[in-house]
């Protein structure tokens, strides 16, 4: 690959990067994260020729119409709207995007200078905790940020981001609409900046530490856990510390173990306003109050993770494939269940309580939303083994399996593992573009092995 062409396609992963990483925002009713997936797709087809793409074309067409029989044949004998087709397409082209941007990455960073990216990279981390850190502080005293304009990820379609916690403590969101996206898009990309490159980085593990930790995520407290057994592992098979992986793990720690209310730090914020009553009961004392998460163990998960972790585990005695298109009206079904039966209920011995409107609040019989509109099951290995059947997994581990068999079972191999776990348990169901580069640098790095430190 020429001097100029790497250049170019350097600049381009970091716009896409970007791009993708303004997920509250959208124009003209196109998310702009969706624009950003999309900016890697027509330079893989480019390359592709370049690319392993001869050597596994034909297991890929093959696995491409196995996987989409069970929707061909759903969308034969079902009838179906118009949003269905187009939801169906956006779910293939997403599993398409990620296919030939993983392609083009493996070969593009066995092709290019890692040092000359890891040098952009280092500044993307940097610019990005900054911003993570001023929008936090901007929401709670009402500093100058871009208009969020995207609908919220709930079911209440149309609806304003909630940027506002009255009860809980304030939380790091950065352009992303929920603390856990920012997390899952984030981490991976400072994790493998910080594997590769351990000198000198101690401010930028303190920053993004810092930034991550503000999301006060289960999610990210759990994977902070994960790879400090790693480091343990590392420390007694090399007697090496990675001081600035375990710094980012203690910022990580510090940041999300306390935090404080945006109505205790700024009562006359625009949405305190509309609580005088509770903020004024919240600031009786006259003290800053700091919360910490003691009461809640990283071990815990919330209400939504749980019923689709009982969703899963009561459809396994039948995980025939579905199709991707039905699989979260089959979540759904399941979950609105026991919701249709205190309606029936309800309306037979209680009638006069359903007057009253609730427009976008559940009320005491249950979550009646789900009647209405499809939960997502916000995971990537649920909701393909629901669509794609048995298969699924077994391709998985058939590909780890052969992994260990070629590869050596090493630190670096522990480490790609952990990034892969990192995507898979992440709340985004699908594959997509950015996981495909997630995976192709961390795959050049810790399989491949290209360029890496000796102490790596």
């Known amino acids: 690959m020429n001097k100029n062409k790497d250049i170019i396609y350097t600049y381009l992963i970091f716009i896409s990067v970007f791009l993708i990483f303004l997920d509250a925002y959208e124009i003209f009713s196109i998310p702009v994260t969706w624009i950003g997936l999309s900016l890697l797709v027509p330079v893989s087809l480019y390359e592709i020729k370049n690319t392993l793409w001869h050597k596994y074309s034909k297991f890929v067409y093959l696995f491409s119409i196995v996987f989409m029989i069970p929707d061909i044949f759903s969308i034969l004998t079902e009838n179906h709207s118009t949003s269905d087709y187009v939801y169906i397409l956006l779910r293939y082209y997403n599993i398409f995007s990620f296919v030939v941007v993983l392609f083009f990455c493996i070969y593009y960073f066995q092709q290019t200078d890692l040092q000359y990216f890891f040098n952009k990279l280092k500044k993307f981390i940097y610019f990005y905790s900054l911003i993570t850190i001023y929008i936090f502080i901007a929401q709670i005293f009402d500093f100058y940020e871009p208009l969020r304009n995207r609908s919220n990820t709930t079911l209440f379609e149309g609806s304003i981001q909630s940027i506002f916690w009255l009860s809980q403590p304030h939380r790091a969101m950065g352009t992303f609409r929920e603390p856990v996206f920012l997390v899952t898009f984030f981490l991976p990309l400072v994790l ?90 919240i600031n009786n004392s006259g003290k800053l109050k700091i919360k910490t998460n003691s009461t809640n163990p990283v071990t815990e998960l919330d209400s939504d993770r749980l019923n689709v972790i009982n969703y899963f585990l009561n459809s396994l005695n039948n995980v025939s494939p579905r199709g991707i298109g039905n699989v979260n009206e089959a979540y759904q079904d399941y979950s609105s269940e026991q919701i249709g039966e205190k309606m029936y209920l309800t309306n037979r011995t209680l009638p006069r309580y359903l007057l009253t409107r609730y427009s976008t609040q559940n009320f005491g019989t249950g979550n009646y939303s789900l009647i209405e509109y499809e939960p997502n099951v916000q995971n990537l290995l649920v909701f393909y083994t629901q669509g794609f059947g048995v298969i699924f997994p077994v391709l998985l581990y058939l590909y780890f399996i052969n992994l260990l068999m070629i590869k050596k079972l090493d630190l670096g191999t522990v480490f790609f593992s952990i990034i892969i776990l990192l995507i898979f348990v992440s709340p985004i169901e699908e594959v997509n573009s950015y996981y495909a580069l997630i995976i192709g640098l961390s795959y050049s790095l810790f399989i491949s092995k290209k360029e890496l430190n000796e102490k790596v």
């Not at 994977?223 to 400090?228: E, P, Q, S």
């Not at 001081?243 to 999300?256: E, M, N």
């Not at 205790?264 to 949405?271: K, Q």
Request: glycine share 4%; charged share 20%.
């Open 192 to 281: 493998v900046y910080l594997y590769r490159e351990r000198k000198n980085t101690l401010t930028l593990s303190i920053l993004a530490g810092m930034a991550l930790g503000l999301t006060r995520s289960d999610y990210v407290r759990i994977f902070v856990l994960v790879i400090f057994i790693y480091l343990i592992i590392n420390f007694v098979i090399k007697k090496e510390i990675m001081l600035t992986t375990l710094t980012l793990l203690f910022s990580i720690i510090l940041f999300s173990s306390f935090g404080v209310l945006e109505c205790n730090l700024n009562p006359d914020s625009f949405e305190c306003k509309d609580y005088s009553e509770d903020v004024e009961k």
